[in-house]
């Protein structure tokens, strides 16, 4: 085992606990799963005996999340889940194969839009005809610019349909009304998790993949110039990996969780400028921090009402957005000195 695979195997042996023999022996499809969070769920898939099948594009992807695997259970496929088609029973299926980064998904907008509908309409056939419990990884930003703040999953949303980001909003929201579609047409069973903002180890930190928290972690590291969008007032909640990851599985296995919505994510709100002198000290970092543009239609707030995942699946967020920072930022570190 790497030093990186043993910062994240202990979260893994977490989160994996309590899950029974839910996946023991199960057929298993997760599209994106070299993804951030889809490698997640490999990771805890394979430690809970699952047979898991990776689909990938790697468009934004990467084989490096996931070539630490080594388990016959383990299948990679290298294809756009928009070509997928398969005669194969899956037991469950985690559709999460999607570009995730605002700053991508504005330069590649239709890879966002088709991956989510056409993508979603090829997984909910496979659903359907093999009889699979499937769960559709949507987002919180189906809510767009949220004038309800936390947001509860009844909010129907504010979302600009023309604006940049909508290719990845209604996008989200278009894959929604599909699986819902399946569940009352064809009594797929069906689970739609809007995950809020996520971090962790393995989130790309290049490009326009970069979220804010590698972001911020790999400027400070490197005492360059940390980048707030905006004056920083506008908010967001970050939910570390481990925990959004076991939920996702809790809401997959779950009996009472079969056609709902559950938002995942943690209610800590903090503003972009917090979060990036919160990372400069724990770094110990000498970075400025400087201020740019703001993102056209970036929602001022975001922020859950976990009231109905608490009560549906018993879950709360445990690991503090401080705790989580020490982790991603060890990992980091430790990725830094690796590379040349
Ligand atoms: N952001 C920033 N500097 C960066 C990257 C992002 O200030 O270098 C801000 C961005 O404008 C947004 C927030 O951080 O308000 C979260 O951005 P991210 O790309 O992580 O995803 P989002 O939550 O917008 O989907």
């Given at each position: 085992m790497t030093l990186i695979d043993s910062i994240t195997r202990g979260d893994v042996e977490d989160a994996a606990s309590?899950?029974?023999?839910?996946?023991?022996d199960a057929n298993v499809l997760l599209t994106g799963g070299a993804g951030f969070v889809g490698s997640w769920l490999c990771d805890i898939l394979i430690h809970l005996n699952a047979r898991v099948t990776c689909l990938d594009n790697l468009s934004s992807g990467r084989i490096s999340n996931i070539d630490h695997i080594q388990s016959e259970r383990f299948t990679f496929v290298n294809q756009d889940v928009c070509r997928f088609e398969t005669e194969e029973r899956y037991d469950y299926i985690l559709h999460l194969a999607s570009i995730a980064s605002p700053e991508d998904y504005e330069k590649r907008p239709d890879e966002a839009l088709l991956s989510n509908s056409l993508g979603s309409y090829r997984v909910s056939e496979a659903a359907r005809k093999g009889g699979s419990t499937i769960l559709f990884a949507s987002?919180?930003?189906?809510?767009?610019?949220?004038?309800?703040?936390?947001?509860?999953?009844?909010y129907w949303g504010n979302v600009?349909?023309?604006?940049?980001?909508s290719c990845y909003d209604e996008a989200k929201r278009f894959g929604e009304s599909l699986f819902m579609a399946y569940h009352r047409r064809y009594g797929v069973d069906v689970r739609i998790a809007r995950i809020f903002n996520t971090f962790g180890p393995r989130m790309r930190a290049d490009g326009a993949y970069a979220r804010v928290v590698p972001r911020f972690i790999t400027q400070a590291l490197r005492d360059q110039a940390m980048t707030v969008y905006g004056d920083g007032s506008q908010t967001r909640s970050f939910c570390y990996i481990a925990d959004t990851v076991k939920a996702l599985l809790l809401q997959l296995v779950r009996k009472n969780a079969r056609g709902d919505v559950l938002n995942i994510g943690d209610t800590c709100e903090v503003t972009i400028l917090e979060l990036a002198k919160k990372i400069r000290e724990t770094v110990d970092s000498e970075s400025e921090i400087t201020f740019h543009p703001s993102r056209p239609d970036d929602p001022k707030r975001r922020c859950p009402d976990l009231t109905k995942v608490k009560k549906i699946l018993g879950w709360t967020p445990k690991t503090s957005l401080s705790d989580g920072l020490d982790k991603t930022i060890e990992w980091f570190r430790v990725c830094t000195q690796d590379s040349p």
């Open positions: 309590g899950m029974g023999k839910a996946f023991e987002s919180s930003e189906v809510y767009g610019d949220a004038e309800v703040v936390p947001t509860p999953e009844s600009n349909p023309l604006g940049v980001r």
